[in-house]
């Protein structure tokens, strides 16, 4: 599946702000535990190995990049259930998910996610998400979609003076936290 995103950070006051105005109807926590190779070759690719939790139930997913067009963030997304959390994952199982050579990987942490869902319409999922990882917090907006973001969501992020500033993913913000 091909996933579209634009992501932007914000600051604490812009995302209750935004909580405030979209009213979402959705509000949950998962959890991402981040795997990678010893030679972190998967990160430097921009490849994202994870496990999500969400509801109890848990999936292992990996996130390929397949392209960016400006601050939008276009990947490949292939995802199967599991039924545990490992602490490492072998290269040949997540070869045959993607059918990309991958090597074995290893559980380097976890980031947990408060998560509101505004359904703006068929097409588009805002997403505001509260992160939490390594001692650390921070708060993005993600809106999903298919084809285009309505002109009325960026009139929206303009009234509130989000700039729209290329943003590096959960994944990537976790792994140079923990390199520090």
């Given at each position: 599946m091909k996933e579209k995103e634009l992501k932007v950070l914000l600051s604490k006051s812009q995302f209750e702000s935004l909580c405030d105005r979209f009213k979402c109807?959705?509000?949950?926590?998962?959890?991402?535990?981040?795997?990678?190779?010893?030679?972190?070759?998967?990160?430097?690719?921009?490849?994202?190995v994870r496990v999500r939790v969400k509801n109890g139930n848990a999936n292992l997913e990996v996130k390929i990049p397949s392209g960016k067009q400006g601050i939008v963030h276009v990947k490949e997304e292939y995802q199967k259930k599991i039924d545990a959390i490992p602490l490492e994952i072998k290269g040949v199982e997540l070869t045959k998910m993607t059918k990309n050579e991958i090597p074995d990987v290893i559980m380097k942490g976890y980031l947990i996610t408060e998560r509101r869902v505004y359904y703006w319409d068929t097409e588009t999922e805002i997403c505001l998400d509260y992160n939490q990882y390594l001692g650390h917090e921070d708060y993005e907006i993600e809106i999903e979609y298919l084809d285009k973001i309505a002109d009325d969501i960026y009139k929206i992020l303009e009234d509130e003076k989000i700039e729209m500033i290329p943003v590096k993913g959960k994944s990537k913000r976790f792994f140079e936290k923990l390199q520090r």
């Open positions: 109807e959705v509000i949950y926590t998962h959890i991402n535990f981040y795997y990678s190779d010893n030679q972190d070759i998967l990160r430097k690719q921009g490849v994202t």
